[in-house]
Structure formats: structure tokens, C-alpha cells
């Protein structure tokens, strides 16, 4: 059995190897996590059934940042399966395996379509890493038909679609595809006037940094950033994540001109302390990352019941780390993403949670920029969950 040591982190130099390669490298199956970590027999026939249903993938950097002897280590949870997600009903309410309405504004060929300023394409459906939260869960690492078949017809498609002003490039995660696909993609938008700029979406920097020591990547990136501003949201979660070797990530984007903003999501048992949120916000920005987005974690099937946190203690938990912070630090925006549209979270007044929605889905713009109140109760961890009220 081998056991990950700090002593074999700093063995190893991610800087060097070939992230193809290494990708092959991850584990996949039950049998080669036992490998790196002791599993009970039931463990092992339930984490069985859970990779069944969402598989399973670490790439072995990530492996090696948890601390085996520690069965609550955040790292572990958010990349190894628990029996937790075999949970479908319980105190959290109702779930779902489209929280934030993907399906209904799909315009097809892997275009969603929510925003008349902002389009997605979903880029692929493979991730270095399926991160156990992930909110969309019901398509990573699956086959589906919401993934791009052809990009040229998805670049035609906001082309001509004038009101848009940015693309979303998502997934899965786009960085994980061949640099000479990427190119292709970067430059069927690269010419589109009224785009403003482009995002690309992805924690590899986080899970699996060895994509982004790609010298051919960075050129990519530095040359479209020439054209447009380009933009890298990442994903992390906890300061456990930021190490050396995720900085360098940083880094190397940052060298190519790429603005680089983080979307945690408030994770129960993984980052909802004051202390987790104090440290993630001011190690970000100690490695040039701004934090720019703090989600509220979806009602997600199998996922809400083993990882949300309830509005109630979640918004003053945001606001005693909020405390705590610099201007930087506490830039960012706590969210709720609904089907409806984005909502911030500004706050509460006594027992009433104070939302600004920032985005509203179409035929609502009216909706945009208005005010919600709703009563908070104990357990309700959604808008949906919150009666209306007045302040
Ligand atoms: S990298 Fe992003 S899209 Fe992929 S599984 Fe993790 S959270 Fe989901």
C-alpha cells in the first residue's frame, strides 16, 4: 500500500512531465485508489456503485495533496466518491439535475444560450478531475449530446448573433483538449467583432497545473490575448489548494496577459469555516488570482444532501470572513445561480435574506437588478426553499 507524503509532493516535478502522458495516469477505478488509500470492504462495494453512476477521475498531483491518516481532509472530499452521494432525499429539500436551467436555453450543437450578452459552448465533456460537487454532474465524464459537434456552426451561431458581447468556452473543461483544437476554436472567434472578449473555464490550474506548463498552450493563449482579452475563471475551493505548483499555473497564464478569476462554491465540510474562507480569499490573491464569484452550492442530485450548507448560517458565515478580509479579498460575490437567473446574496436584516439579481433569463430583463427578500429558516439552503417576504 503506498501512502502520499508530503516527502513524495516535493519528489515529484510536475513542471517537466508531459500532461498527455500524465493524464494517463489518473485514477479511474476503485482498485487503483486502493492503491493510495486504505478502503473498507463496504467502502469499496459503495464507491463501486457511485463510480457506476458518476465516474471517478484524479489526476495523481491532486491525490497526492490529501493527507491520508485525515478521513475529513477537504481534498479528499471533493475528489473521492462518498457514500454520501447515494443520499437522494433528505433535510436539504428537493434536488435536481439542472439547477440552473442549462437544457432550457440550449440552441443546440453545444450552444447555451441564457444571457442575451453571453454565450456558452460547452467544449467538451472530459475534466482532468470530476470533482465529487460538481453541479454539472448529470453530463461530465458521460456521453451526452449538449457537447459542441461542430465548432465553425457554434462560431456562425454568435457571429450572427450580434447582441452577444462574450463566450463562455466551458464543459467539462476546454483546456483539456489538444492545444490544435483549442486553436481552431480561438481563432472561429477571434475575428467576431462584437465580442468584447472570451473565458475559458477551467481548473486545471487547481486539479491538474501540468496542462498549463505547456509552452505551446501559453503561446496559444498569449497570442489570441493579442486579439482579445482573455479571461481564465478557475475553481478553487480550499487553501489546501493553492501549493507551489498551482501558483506556477498561475503564473505562466498570467505571463500570457490571461486575467485569471476564481468561482469557489461554499461547500459544507469543505470551506464553510471563517478560517477556510479568510485563507482561500487572501491566498488567492497572494498568487494573482482575483476572487470574483463565492457560490452557494446547487440543489443538485447527489450532491446538495452531502455539501450544502443552509442560507441561514451560510450568510453569516460569509460575513464574519468578510470581516476579516482586505478591499481584494472580499471583492467577491456570494451567488446563488438559479434557474431564474444570478442572484447575489447582499445579506440579511433580522431574520430576512436581502438578494440583488444581477442576470435574469430572457423575456425577464425587467427582473434584473430588483431586489428580492425572503424569510430564512433553519435548513433552507435554496431560494426556492424561502417563503416571500416583505422587509
Ligand atoms: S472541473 Fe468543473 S466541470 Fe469538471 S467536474 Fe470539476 S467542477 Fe465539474
Given at each position: 500500500m503506498k501512502h502520499a507524503s508530503t516527502a513524495d509532493r516535493e519528489d515529484c516535478n510536475w513542471l517537466n512531465v508531459d500532461w498527455q502522458e500524465e493524464l494517463k495516469?489518473?485514477?479511474?477505478?476503485v482498485a487503483a485508489l486502493e492503491e493510495y488509500l486504505p478502503l473498507s470492504p463496504d467502502e469499496r462495494q459503495d464507491l463501486e456503485k457511485i463510480t457506476a453512476r458518476h465516474p471517478m477521475n484524479i489526476p495523481r498531483y491532486y491525490l497526492k495533496l490529501i493527507n491520508p491518516a485525515d478521513p475529513d481532509d477537504p481534498i479528499r472530499k471533493l475528489a473521492i466518491p462518498s457514500t454520501d452521494e447515494l443520499i437522494l432525499t433528505g433535510d436539504m429539500g428537493e434536488t435536481t439535475g439542472d439547477p440552473y436551467g442549462d437544457d432550457k436555453h440550449d440552441k443546440g450543437n453545444g450552444i447555451l444560450h441564457k444571457y442575451p450578452y453571453t454565450a456558452l459552448v460547452v467544449a467538451t465533456e472530459y475534466c482532468s478531475m470530476y470533482c465529487r460537487h460538481c453541479f454539472r454532474k448529470r453530463m461530465v465524464g458521460l456521453p451526452n449530446d449538449q457537447t459542441v459537434k461542430n465548432f465553425k456552426q457554434a462560431a456562425e451561431y454568435i457571429a450572427s448573433h450580434?447582441?452577444?458581447k462574450n463566450v463562455v468556452m466551458s464543459g467539462g473543461d476546454p483546456l483539456l483538449l489538444p492545444t490544435d483544437v483549442l486553436k481552431e476554436m480561438l481563432d472561429a472567434l477571434r475575428d467576431i467583432d462584437h465580442l468584447n472578449y472570451v473565458r475559458i473555464g477551467s481548473r486545471a490550474p487547481v486539479v491538474f497545473p501540468q496542462r498549463i506548463f505547456d509552452d505551446g498552450l501559453i503561446e496559444l493563449l498569449a497570442d489570441f490575448n493579442r486579439s482579445k482579452p482573455l479571461y481564465v475563471p478557475t475553481h478553487f475551493n480550499h487553501p489546501n489548494e493553492i501549493t507551489p505548483t498551482a501558483r506556477e499555473a498561475v503564473q505562466r497564464l498570467r505571463s500570457a496577459g490571461v486575467t485569471v478569476n476564481n468561482q469557489a462554491v461554499l461547500l459544507r465540510g469543505i470551506n464553510d469555516s471563517v478560517e477556510a474562507l479568510t485563507k482561500l480569499m487572501d491566498g488567492l490573491l497572494k498568487i494573482g488570482v482575483n476572487p470574483y464569484y463565492l457560490y452557494q452550492c446547487m440543489p443538485v442530485e447527489r450532491v446538495r444532501h452531502q455539501f450544502q450548507v443552509p442560507l441561514k448560517s451560510g450568510v453569516d458565515l460569509v460575513d464574519d470572513a468578510r470581516r476579516k478580509m482586505d478591499g481584494y479579498a472580499k471583492r467577491f460575490k456570494f451567488i446563488i445561480g438559479h434557474d431564474i437567473g444570478k442572484l447575489e446574496i447582499c445579506g440579511r436584516v433580522d431574520d430576512k435574506l436581502i438578494l440583488k439579481q444581477l442576470h435574469a433569463r430572457p423575456g425577464y430583463q425587467h427582473e434584473s437588478s430588483r431586489i428580492l427578500v425572503r424569510q430564512l429558516t433553519e435548513k433552507g439552503g435554496w431560494l426556492d426553499d424561502l417563503p416571500e417576504v416583505s422587509l
Open positions: 495516469h489518473n485514477i479511474t477505478s450580434t447582441e452577444i
